[in-house]
């Protein structure tokens, strides 16, 4: 059964049910799931905790609602079509029976090795149909799944590992991507030198790179399940217990591992993606994501499992073997809701139209982006090129705490504007708030992103530490979640995201933290102090600006900043190094010691005569040196 809505009059109607009587309204929703027992209460919340638990005492367990629910009706249906980073290699369809196997092989294997309820996992794997496999085995036995992105370096892979005590590491020897070959298993093992919980490491065969395989700790995929039979019984879950853990950057210190329960989670990434991409039984749907991202979870792996859609996944990179792969596999699969972020759209849109002119892409009914502010150009350049005027394109805003889509069209529902989000989906109560915390009522307004109301797929907890979960999300403007980002409605109360209003940059969609990537930074042994701040960049949406301070014993301005981008590429992982180190003899900091960052920002965009008030600086001698060696 299908909760779609289908028309605007339709949206509004659903929207005030949802306002006026929301546990009435997700009950009818989640009443389309199975349930191995019904729920007590739908909802049980407060914000000041935080505490909140939707479908109170329910038992569940995922798994069955992506595969026994759908095997007699959709059994041969394909669920995950796999095409790989080179173009000649064969693909990959798995259809949800030779999923169902394959995840309660994969499920049996695990628990013969003594993995089980509330166990952490670690998946580092590339984009291959067995790192959802992975996902979903887990799931179905009730350990815990962490999905690090694979170009996470050893380092940050370590913390990972170290703040969930994860007991096991499923990865694979390699990593193909566009031209290049990338080592995994090997990041893996020096993330294991520094950490001592992982008893298991489970290896996918995809490059047949050397590896070095630990006697007793390291297992071959194919050696790991074999012998093992090809069905399970799934692990009956409280609608509450711990789904996934996902860790993510914010405004200070360490990545937070942002917790999300079963049940809600269930419910919310189904129905968002049914709405909002307009999914209709037999469409091919492709989200480019990778499962290192919550887009990859909600949108690759669970919405559309759970849904019954067939999802690809896709292996490679958007510029390889040529600019237009993407055109090539929405043809060569007929894809009719296709999903990637503005930093994708851009770096195609640099290689102007040619490389789509071969292509007919007459499957396409949707366009999606998701990640960061779309400008309005690439929005217009993806609706006349890709969409060819006649595909809406649907802005989603979310976040990993979200679990799925707050604000969005419904594709060919909601009416598009460019650069917006439009209206926030069933459930969702917004708010826009001043700096005090009032909320601003009313159209033509513009302040801080807080959520009123809880929705199913929010974050629960951060791991291992509640009282960062509140201070970070609900201590900033009591009783409501405080998004970090800004936004505007405009006169006829359409949302449009204008970003990050916290110390939070946002790289390709990635979100990196500044205190992050300074602490990194501080790591090279010649660095005293640095401030990182972010700068619009043409493709990347932000780049990453550093000014540090040095001692230039022995060294010349060229290899310092080489070592210092590179020190920050190991520590965290290329998507954190700085595009620009500039070296200062001091940053420009207030009479109590605060660095002004708001002038550094200027200085990195270049608007150096539109400082501001500078009568609090310390020392303005140092902003006219900054200035004066900006990086251009
Ligand atoms: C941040 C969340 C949600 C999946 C990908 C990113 C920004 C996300 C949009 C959008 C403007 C957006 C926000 C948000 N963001 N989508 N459509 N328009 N900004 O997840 O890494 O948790 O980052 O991404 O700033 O707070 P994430």
Known sequence: MSDRIH??????????????????????????FHWRKRWDKVLDWNFEGPDVKWFVNGKLNITENVLERHLFTLGDRPAIIWEPNDPNEEGRVLTYQELYHKVCKFSNALKAKGIGKGDKVIIYMPMVPEAAVAMLACARIGAVHSVVFAGFSSNALADRIEDCQAKAVLTSDGNFRGKKKIEVKAVVDEALEKTNDVETVVVYQRTKQDVVMKEGRDYWWHDFIAGQAETNTATEMDSEDMLFILYTSGSTGKPKGIVHTTGGYMVYSKYTFENVFQYSPGDIYWCTAD??????????????????????????????PDAGRFWAIVDKYKVNQFYTAPTAIRALEAHGTEPIEPYKLDSLKVLGTVGEPINEEAWHWYHTHVGKNRCPIVDTWWQTETGGIMVSPLAGVTPNKPAYATLPLPGVQLAIVDPEGNELTGNSVEGNLCIKFPWPGMLRTTYGDHERCKQTYFATYKGMYFTGDGVKRDHDGYYRILGR???????????????????????HPKVIESAVVGYPHEVK????????????????????????????????????????????SGLPKTRSGKIMRRILRKVAEGAMDDMGDTSTLLDPEVVEEIKKNRIN
């Open 7 to 32: 028309t605007l009059s339709g949206y509004f109607h659903e929207y005030q049910k949802s306002l006026a009587e929301p546990d009435k309204f997700w009950a009818r929703i989640a009443d389309s």
């Open 291 to 320: 499962i290192g991202w919550i887009t990859g979870h909600s949108y690759i792996v669970y919405g559309p499992l759970l849904a019954g859609a067939t999802s690809i996944m896709f292996e490679g990179v958007p510029t390889y």
């Open 501 to 523: 209003v916290d110390d939070v940059i946002n790289v390709s969609g990635h979100r990196m933290g500044t205190a992050e990537v300074e602490n990194a930074i501080n790591e």
């Open 541 to 584: 949406g932000q780049g990453i600006y550093a000014y540090v301070i040095c001692d230039m014993t022995n060294r010349t301005v060229e290899n310092l900043t080489n070592e210092i981008k590179e020190t920050v590429r190991k520590i965290i992982g290329p998507i954190a190094k700085p595009d620009k180190v500039q070296i200062v």
